[in-house]
């Protein structure tokens, strides 16, 4: 029993190190979260971000990827179904869907988003693209709901609008690197084809009226999508609703940085420590 502990203990140690060895634009277990969630949202990002690096990162053919990611499925089956796991972000995923009683099918849907992006460099509508979302960035939302304790009907409903705006939010910040090094496009081919942009518009990053037309009805749906979910950072109480409603104002000002750069729509537009005190503000004052 002590040896599982230490293991156990050691798990949860390199899932920590790895979350906080990654940059991302919106805080991984931050401090303002309670003391009891921040190693077990390590985990959940541990086990995203390796399985998010079998699909894109290195230089794996799309084959290789997708035997990775089958792999990383049978393990997660294995651990779910009580197998003994020997991968350390396994060990503290046990524990964690044990201990807090969360669902195993959005791990499942997780990996399904993460094939999606070696198979599925366009998308026919927005329909499908939106459930593409479903599966990569809502159970996230879904899956913090569960740990807080806090998974209503109507807050998962509003997680899902937060989660699946931020999305889009981050595919419109990388639109140059989504195409350059991945030749993905992940805006609707029936609205390229509805605003006359081509897709070798991206290929050459040509800025033009029509493009910037396309983006700002891209922008508008995003930010009408995340305002309908912003009412959950108010739901939620004490430092979680704190930290929800940064990361929701921190997306709705990166739509404001994005709709100004209009001639440059090409490039990934920076917070600046205005912005972010801007965030903080509105965040504590609980606007909308």
């Known amino acids: 029993m002590a040896m599982r502990n230490l293991n156990l203990k050691a798990a949860y140690r390199h899932c920590v190190a790895l979350a906080a060895a990654h940059y991302e634009n919106f805080p991984v277990a931050s401090r303002l979260l309670p003391r009891r969630l921040r190693e077990p949202i390590a985990v959940i990002y541990a086990f995203a971000r390796t399985a998010d690096d079998y699909a894109d990162e290195g230089d794996h053919a799309p084959a290789e990827r997708l035997a990775l990611l ?8 294995a651990t779910l179904s009580g197998a003994a796991p020997a991968d350390p972000v396994f060990i503290a995923l046990r524990d964690v869907i044990t201990r807090h009683a969360l669902p195993p099918q ?3 849907d997780l990996l399904h988003a993460f094939r999606s992006d070696v198979t599925t460099p366009r998308y026919a509508n927005f329909d499908t693209l939106l459930d593409y979302c479903r599966h990569s960035a809502n159970p996230v939302g ?19 609008a937060v989660c699946s705006a931020l999305q889009l939010i981050n595919f419109y910040q990388d639109l140059a690197q989504d195409i350059d090094e991945n030749n993905r496009i992940y805006i609707p081919l029936d609205e390229l084809a509805r605003f006359a942009v081509s897709e070798d518009d991206f290929r050459v990053h040509r800025d033009s009226e029509r493009l910037r037309a396309l983006l700002d009805y891209q922008i508008e749906r995003a930010r009408t999508m995340m305002l309908s979910g912003a009412p959950l950072g108010n739901v939620l109480r004490g430092r979680i609703g704190f930290e929800l409603r940064l990361v929701i104002h921190g997306g709705l000002r990166v739509l404001d940085r994005l709709q100004q750069c209009r001639d440059t729509v090409f490039a990934r537009p920076r917070l600046t420590r205005t912005d972010w005190l ?3 503000w509105k965040a504590v004052v609980k606007s909308n």
Do not use: C, K, M, V
């Not at 089958?70 to 089956?77: H, I, K, N, S």
């Not at 879904?142 to 899902?160: K, M």
């Open 106 to 108: 959005l791990f499942r």
């Open 142 to 160: 879904r899956l913090l709901l569960h740990l807080y304790g806090a998974a209503t009907p109507e807050n998962l409903q509003r997680s899902d």
């Open 278 to 280: 801007a965030i903080f």
């Open 70 to 77: 089958d792999q990383y499925r049978t393990q997660l089956d």
